[in-house]
């Protein structure tokens, strides 16, 4: 992966995101944030039923679009992340800021916080 492309990975916010529809096998692209927290790749959202959750759950492959500096389709596997350490590090990291000033609790973030580690398939 070029630097430009690491960089835009790991600084631009915004991406789209592609999984499959658990029900219909079709492709589904949703506009969402992607946190890199020391290093890592993650997703989250506030509390409440994720159609993107259920689809990567139902099937974990994904790819990852970047579109402001740098414009690529990275290919990508998603795993929930369940620890409850590693919940605690990425929702109380500054990248989570915007979350934790959504009105829900930092209980409830930490309990019920849609949250995966996004891995790419092909560096």
Not at 46 to 54: F, I, K
Not at 82 to 100: F, G
């Amino acid at each position: 992966m070029d630097e430009a492309t690491f960089k835009a990975l790991h600084e631009d916010v915004t991406i789209d995101l592609t999984t499959t529809g658990r029900t219909t096998g079709q492709p589904r692209r949703i506009e969402i944030w992607l946190l890199s927290v020391q290093g890592r790749l993650f997703i989250t959202g506030t509390p409440g039923p994720r159609d993107w959750l259920a689809n990567l759950i139902s099937d974990p492959k994904c790819i990852i679009h970047l579109k402001q500096r740098v414009h690529a389709d990275l290919e990508a596997h998603a795993g929930l992340v369940t620890d409850p350490e590693l919940r605690k590090r990425v929702l109380l990291s500054d990248e989570a800021t915007w979350y934790r000033n959504q009105g829900d609790t930092l209980d409830d973030l930490l309990n019920d916080a849609p949250l995966v580690e996004i891995t790419l398939t092909n560096p």
